[in-house]
């Protein structure tokens, strides 16, 4: 049997996520696949690092959680020409350890982040438009 949770319950449990990340965090988007989990070394090449606004996600509501701002970012020098995005890993803000990790795809397409073009060149500006956690147990 799976056990259900209140929608105030699931609320706290996702506010804590984020504050367990902590503020600023920075998020990474790579090329290749994703690592098996969070605590696997990193894949691929480093496309673009956004540093997250300090209130990152906005406050949980119905069990879910969504993007607080703007995600914007530039593709860096491993980008090169043009270079397909994989993955997402969202690590502290030192980027020391990774907390949450997933696909990505262009908006739309139901990646666990959507990015407005996940072809990533140098010097590109790209901008994550859909990141949602949602709490199981409903």
Do not use: C, Y
């Not at 696997?40 to 509501?61: H, K, R, Y």
């Not at 890993?89 to 997933?102: M, P, S």
């Amino acid at each position: 049997m799976s056990f259900q949770f209140s929608p105030n319950a699931r609320n706290a449990a996702l506010d804590a996520i984020e504050a367990a990340i902590g503020a600023a965090p920075k998020l990474q988007l790579r090329s290749g696949a994703l690592p098996a989990n969070t605590g696997a070394a990193d894949a691929g090449n480093l496309l673009v690092e956004i540093a997250l606004p300090s209130d990152w996600l906005e406050t949980a509501a119905t069990g879910i959680k969504t993007i607080k701002g703007t995600w914007t970012g530039t593709g860096a020098a491993a980008a090169a020409g043009g270079t397909n995005a994989g993955h997402f890993r969202i690590k502290n803000t030192a980027g020391t350890t990774t907390h949450v990790q997933g696909t990505i795809t262009i908006t739309g397409a139901g990646g666990d982040m959507e990015l407005d073009n996940p072809n990533i060149a140098q010097n590109q500006s790209v901008t994550v438009t859909t990141f949602t956690l949602t709490a199981g147990g409903a």
